[in-house]
């Protein structure tokens, strides 16, 4: 069973629009999201995370969205460069568990 | 500062085979993980430890073994290499509980024959 939902295997999005990356979770003890962005033949790197207390994180031009009572996360990239091109990777913990959870990554092409 | 080195980055076994995928980390982490990334499966975790001598099983450990006899270092056995075990694996660390963010290393292609 998947916790980590992220239902578009790709997205295409024209350079300086908004990227919009959608994560979806089935466990309501999930307390802490994470984002993770990914370049070929490189282990992943941190970009953004959240807290099941707030609703918005924002750092620079990345901005993560938690709407709880849907159990739904979104990240906005805004305005999209083409250094953005990789793979991205929701990710979710419960405070409890020492465990992290990944979703199966969301892969953004930046048009020129 | 290296931060999370894996060895070696490629390798190709043939079934039945044993291994073991290193990982060495200089952050003084206590928090240390293994995932494997397969085609349209994202990473999942195999096995993780949260601090020397203490580990545990992930969402997929069947096939593997670990160990964790030091902070830095957190090794990955195959016992018997089988060629659903061809993925690519990373090894992670993170300096606290699992809302602190992990540092990845570059990972290990491992195909099985």
């Known amino acids: 069973d998947q916790q980590v939902k992220q239902n578009s295997p790709s997205l295409s999005v024209q350079e300086g629009r908004i990227s919009i990356l959608n994560c979806d979770y089935t466990?309501?003890?999930?307390?802490?999201f994470l984002w993770y962005k990914k370049y070929p033949a490189e282990g992943p790197t941190f970009l953004i995370s959240?807290?099941?207390?707030?609703d918005k994180n924002e750092d620079g031009r990345f901005t993560v969205f938690l709407n709880k009572s849907a159990k739904h996360l979104s990240l906005h990239i805004v305005p999209s460069q083409p250094g953005d091109s990789a793979v991205y990777f929701c990710a979710a913990s419960d405070r409890r568990d020492d465990k992290i959870i990944f979703g199966k990554g969301t892969r953004l092409h930046i048009l020129p | 500062n290296a931060g999370v080195t894996q060895t070696p980055k490629f390798q190709v076994l043939k079934t039945g085979q044993s291994m073991t995928l290193q990982c060495a980390q200089d952050m003084n982490h206590e928090y240390m993980s293994w995932y494997r990334q397969d085609p349209g499966m994202g990473l999942r975790l195999i096995h993780y430890s949260v601090g020397a001598g203490i580990t545990d099983q992930g969402e997929v450990p069947n096939g593997y073994n670990v160990s964790r006899s030091t902070t830095e270092d957190f090794p990955l056995r195959l016992l018997s290499a089988a060629p659903s075990q061809t993925s690519v694996y990373f090894c992670?660390?993170?300096?606290?509980?699992?809302?602190?963010?992990?540092?990845f290393g570059d990972g290990t292609r491992l195909s099985i024959l």
């Open positions: 959240i807290s099941s207390i707030k």
């Open positions: 992670a660390s993170r300096d606290g509980p699992s809302n602190q963010p992990q540092h």
């Open positions: 466990n309501s003890m999930f307390d802490y």
